[in-house]
């Protein structure tokens, strides 16, 4: 079923719409009054001559838009909810960028990489000023090869500086991506040497350090999704080898409200590469990065082309700058109601130089 774009918080108000028609009733029936009145004159072509050309269909302006007024009014009233489209309040994004020797593969032209790194800084440029950015590249192992900064040419160079390396670890390159937006929350030589399960889990300290704030209070999960200043994307060919598990990477995220948009570069049937004496099959693995997607309440989106990545991130960058939301509009039907009776007090002083 089609969902209807406007609801209402008070639905049993609406009956109240009923009494429209009856003033439309006590119009009609005023109407007939004032004729029946002007039939009692002797001679009808007196009146008519005193009072000169008649108002026409003016006359029926002021009491239409009146009517109009308490329409508004009455639906006011129910208190109406509308989906509305609102400048996002994300305010900083993460491009986790797959630099792994699968990266090779031709399948999109030039390569996988190039692809990506062009259709990335078409996306920084199309994004607004005040968003600030970070990049996480990943291979073997992952790290931050820009802080978050809203210098859109530090972000450039560092996009322009990756270089391939083997292995892929998804799973490490989100939740260093998590590490960047939750400082002091991570423990990133579990991500690099893998000393523990749960990289948010508390490591060992000297006896006299301290606790951080992050440490005193305890973890408590949120919603998924409902983290709305910060979103990760994911760009990757999807087969992981090495690294934290994606799903318990994607796990944390959806624990911490982050949403993670997964962007799949290659093709399914992907094709052979060979790097420094060794050559192998690399597919894209679309299964991961739609559970990681959905798991985080993200959005997974397939490039198979350079075209298609290009439309991808310019259709991120839209998601990500605007927001629909739904809020109530009660207030906009009493403004629209106060407008109208005021234009119908208007143009009944201006015709007719009294009210209604």
């Known amino acids: 079923m089609k969902e209807l774009?406007?609801?209402?918080?008070?639905?049993?108000?609406?009956?109240?719409?009923?009494?429209?028609?009856?003033l439309v009733l006590l119009y009609w029936w005023l109407l007939r009054r004032r004729k029946q009145a002007s039939l009692r004159f002797a001679s009808l072509s007196i009146v008519r001559e005193a009072m000169g050309k008649g108002p026409g269909w003016r006359r029926h302006v002021p009491p239409v838009l009146l009517l109009l007024a308490f329409a508004a009014m009455l639906l006011a009233s129910a208190r109406p909810m509308a989906t509305i489209v609102l400048p996002s309040t994300?305010?900083?994004?993460?491009?986790?960028?797959?630099?792994?020797?699968?990266?090779?593969?031709?399948?999109?032209?030039?390569?996988?990489?190039?692809?990506?790194?062009?259709?990335?800084?078409?996306?920084?440029?199309?994004?607004?000023?005040?968003?600030?950015?970070?990049?996480?590249?990943?291979?073997?192992?992952?790290?931050?090869?820009?802080?978050?900064?809203?210098?859109?040419?530090?972000?450039?160079?560092?996009i322009d500086k990756f270089q391939m390396q083997r292995a892929t670890a998804i799973g490490s390159a989100i939740v260093v991506a998590l590490s960047e937006l939750f400082p002091g929350q991570v423990d990133l030589a579990s991500v690099t040497y893998g000393?523990?399960?749960d990289p948010f889990a508390p490591q060992g300290r000297a006896i006299d350090?301290?606790?951080?704030?992050?440490?005193?209070?305890?973890?408590?999960?949120?919603?998924?999704?409902?983290?709305?200043?910060?979103?990760?994307?994911?760009?990757?060919?999807?087969?992981?080898?090495?690294?934290?598990?994606?799903?318990e990477a994607a796990k944390m995220a959806a624990d911490r409200g982050v949403r993670v948009y997964t962007v799949g570069v290659g093709t399914v049937d992907g094709e052979v590469i060979?790097?420094?004496?060794?050559?192998?099959?690399?597919?894209?693995d679309e299964e991961t990065l739609k559970s990681v997607a959905r798991?985080?309440?993200?959005?997974?989106?397939?490039?198979?082309?350079?075209?298609?990545?290009?439309?991808v991130y310019e259709s991120l960058s839209t998601r990500l700058t605007v927001e629909k939301k739904e809020t109530e509009v009660s207030g906009l039907l009493a403004l629209a109601a106060a407008l109208l009776v005021l234009m119908s007090a208007g143009l009944s002083l201006f015709w007719f130089n009294r009210v209604l």
Not at 132 to 152: D, E, K, N
Not at 209 to 238: H, M, N, R
Not at 298 to 305: L, Q
């Open 295 to 311: 798991d985080t309440k993200g959005e997974y989106f397939y490039a198979g082309t350079a075209e298609n990545l290009k439309q």
């Open 274 to 284: 060979g790097f420094e004496g060794w050559s192998m099959r690399v597919r894209l």
């Open 90 to 158: 994300q305010q900083t994004i993460i491009l986790a960028m797959d630099v792994s020797g699968s990266m090779r593969a031709t399948d999109v032209l030039p390569n996988r990489l190039v692809a990506s790194q062009n259709a990335a800084k078409a996306f920084l440029k199309e994004l607004p000023r005040h968003v600030r950015v970070g990049i996480v590249a990943f291979a073997g192992s992952a790290q931050v090869v820009q802080p978050i900064t809203l210098s859109r040419e530090d972000l450039n160079a560092a």
């Open 209 to 247: 350090q301290p606790k951080t704030e992050a440490e005193k209070k305890p973890f408590e999960p949120v919603p998924p999704g409902s983290y709305s200043s910060a979103a990760i994307i994911l760009l990757t060919d999807g087969q992981r080898t090495t690294g934290v598990d994606t799903a």
């Open 195 to 197: 000393r523990s399960n």
């Open 5 to 22: 774009p406007i609801t209402f918080l008070w639905p049993q108000l609406l009956w109240l719409l009923l009494i429209l028609p009856l």
